[in-house]
């Protein structure tokens, strides 16, 4: 019989984070998933197994943040999906600020406050990075240099953090139905080359990046480490 894993999953009250959380519960793991507000964390609770632990967590808190990571002893898995976006607010310096301390800086805080605890275990971090990771988006410079960011700091830490025996990866999701693009989803004229562009011919849905998460989180990719994984339909090759 498997062991059970201990796996946090930041940013798991819908979409993505939400889909990574439920698959993990689901194979027997023992899955803690935070949300950003009280009223995320309620909403996603009544969508996902009981046998999720959830909790609210602001990963701009960095005190809040190591308190979480304490408390849950040694980790198996750190997946981070914690991420916002404000698309035509971001050239403002100030809302371009808040959107890296959370896509990025926030990420960075979760992975150092686990970095003893993942070590270990012999652990492992899956980052969230985008298709903004390999091109800009001029409605959204701050969630595009966000997403560089998770694409680069992830090779890094893979680098830092190899000697420990922690394993260091990302998946680059490419045009997932979820609320972040809802508004895309919504407005033709901006869905359709997305389409038009994607060899699959759909939108993504979270449980598609379900598999590349659960593979770069097991012992079948002991011998990766350092890689940022398009999920996208193949959108990226054309």
């Not at 519960?25 to 996902?48: I, N, S």
């Not at 999906?81 to 600020?97: K, L, N, S, T, Y």
């Amino acid at each position: 019989m498997k062991t059970p894993r201990n796996v946090l999953v930041a940013g798991a009250s819908s979409g993505i984070g939400e889909a990574i959380a439920r698959a993990f519960a689901k194979q027997g793991d023992t899955v803690t998933a935070t949300g950003a507000t009280e009223a995320e964390v309620h909403a996603a609770m009544g969508r996902l197994p009981t046998t999720v632990r959830f909790v609210q967590l602001d990963v701009r808190d960095g005190a809040a943040v190591t308190q979480l990571v304490s408390e849950l002893g040694d980790l198996d898995v750190l997946v981070n999906c914690a991420g916002i976006i404000r698309r035509g607010q971001e050239h403002e310096p100030e809302v371009f600020e808040e959107v890296l301390d959370i896509n990025l800086v926030g990420t960075l805080r979760l992975c150092a406050a686990a970095r003893q605890g993942l070590a270990n275990k012999s652990g492992s971090i899956v980052n969230t990075a985008s298709m903004l990771s390999f091109f800009g988006g001029g409605l959204v410079p701050a969630y595009s240099a966000s997403k560089g960011g998770i694409a680069q700091l992830t090779k890094s830490l893979a680098i830092a953090y190899a000697e420990q025996g922690i394993r260091v990866n990302a998946i680059a999701p490419g045009w997932i139905a979820t609320p972040l693009t809802q508004a895309l989803q919504d407005d033709p004229a901006r869905s359709a080359p997305i389409m038009a562009r994607t060899p699959m011919k759909r939108w993504g849905t979270p449980d598609d990046l379900v598999g590349p998460v659960l593979f770069l989180a097991s012992p079948e990719a002991k011998f990766v480490t350092g890689v940022v994984l398009p999920v996208d339909g193949g959108y990226l090759i054309t």
